[in-house]
């Protein structure tokens, strides 16, 4: 067998091989992508029937608990908020908060205004920087 010859048997297996392979891990992702549908379907499915279950467990036990219908919540008027603070500050601090005290508790941001002070992590950074040797 010449140079050639070697050569194009060479290349048709190499060809073959990452066809082989390639095909091999396309086939591979469909099948653990529909595995990830099915499970997701069966647990979705099975929280599904196990919040019913437990609601009828409720609604059984207590007979007197009515069923509960959407209510229409009042819009809260927008706290003051500095222009220099941005929107995603403001809904960290509140959802901060929010989870401090949660929902019993009526608690209500009045104001947000940037703080004068350096922050501690700044603090730390100054310290970092200027410790003697």
Do not use: C
């Not at 979705?44 to 009828?56: A, G, I, V």
Request: proline letters at 5%.
């Amino acid at each position: 067998m010449d140079f050639i010859g070697k050569f194009n048997l060479s290349a048709t297996i190499l060809l073959t091989g990452f066809a082989i392979v390639f095909a091999v891990l396309v086939f591979l992702i469909f099948i653990i992508w529909g595995y990830g549908k099915i499970v997701s379907t069966a647990q979705t499915k099975h929280h599904e029937r196990k919040t019913r279950k437990e609601l009828e467990k409720i609604k059984n036990d207590n007979p007197e608990i009515p069923s509960v219908e959407p209510v229409a919540v009042k819009p809260v008027r927008a706290p003051v908020v500095d222009d220099s603070v941005p929107d995603e500050v403001i809904a960290v601090i509140s959802a901060a908060v929010y989870s401090m005290y949660g929902s019993r508790e009526k608690v209500r941001i009045k104001s947000v205004k940037r703080s004068k002070k350096r922050s501690a992590w700044a603090n730390a950074g100054v310290i970092e920087n200027t410790r003697p040797f």
